[in-house]
């Protein structure tokens, strides 16, 4: 089995620190591995998600119904919790533009320049006769854009297709207004597991449910997951709470910034899945005694070698106010070979003549000697390949360290009070006409 490797050794954090700060973790890592056996009953139910064989069969059933109508295209609706996570895995396994299959696309703001840019795109499709999926992803039930968004596409999907309610599948909470509202309309609906919330729900039917449509291994997805929980339950000295101690010692010491560098064009919007995990998380007014503590790391996400170009001056040579989590992939597929040029060779001697991986892999071995010279503490990460099993495991440790986060930072990382605060003013002023 191919698998995760961490290297913490330039994290800035002697590692007699570690062990000591690993055994404050004890608590949180107590309450991980009760959570583990209670099913969906505890807010670190997503821990749960990577072996719930019924989960995985309804979702299968429902991809397997849906590819019976022969769709060409799905339109995913939701938004942050209900689309990152899809978007990440989509993109990281077959890149940002799917060249041939079954097309994807997202409908999450109401924006309307790009949604009349969607809308036509779907509508130039459903002229041909060609069969279109909408799958509306909302926990609560209750997000304006999300609503919204469906509202206007469903009209859409209405005028061209006269069995359209056998294309639409909603995901929600049991108890939703929306999956009462689903079942009367004769819509498919599947469900996001008890307290897997949002955020927490990428490997839930959420992300499974399209990305199964879109022929991604969804068994292997959680299979990496549940190998990186296992990992994760098994001792104390774990890579989510090495991780966790990583970000909040820094942050005690001033590093407020965590930045996410990965190099590979297509992990982009898994850096941006992380962002709101993180951001949403820990950005907390209160602790969990009420108190109020205004606390939290602000994440950044930048691709290697792009950004070096653009953020790399301010990591080696501005504030001290920042950590990195690297992360490598070894194998980047397909090898490809730059041919051998003399005249260019003059410009930049050995940049020509060399497989492409080579080239990248000099460049983060050059970054990594750079920030250590700069005194600038990191984390490698390192991917041995891109590929569902691999991408599993790392949400799951990712999700797994925003856990012990929560706990290291003395907030509740489940809830998210102050986007609340958005959403209940916008529907005030929405009812004002
Ligand atoms: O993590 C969260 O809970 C949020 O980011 C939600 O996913 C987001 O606000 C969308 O909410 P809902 O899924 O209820 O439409």
Redesign the pocket.
Known sequence: MKTITFDWSACGIPEAQIQTLLKQTEPEFARIQKAATTGYEDARASLNLAQDKIMLHNVRAMVAEKKRLKPNALLHI?????NLGVIAIQEALLGRVLPKGMHILYADTVDSPSTSRIAAALEARLRRGEKIIIHL???????TE?IANFAFYVRLLKRYDKHYQSSIVIT?DDDSKLTEYAHKQGYSCLSIPGKV?????ALSPVGLFPLGLLGIRIDELLAGAAHMRNLCLKSLDNPAARSAIFQHAQDMQGKVISDLFLFSSDLESLGKWYR?MLA?SIGKEHDTSGKKVNVGITPTVSIGSTDLHSIGQLFLGGPKDEITTFVHVLKQKPAISIPKDTALEQLVPHATGKNMQVIMDAIYGGVMIAFKQHERPYVQVHLPEISAHVLGQFMQWKMIEIMYLGALFNVNPYD?PN?EAY?TETKKILAQG
């Not at 919330?197 to 729900?201: C, E, K, P, V």
Request: aromatic residues 4%.
């Open positions: 939701g938004i942050g919790g209900s992803v909302s926990k609560s039930g209750s997000t999300s929600s919330g949002g955020r927490y729900s709101q949403e998210q986007v959403k």
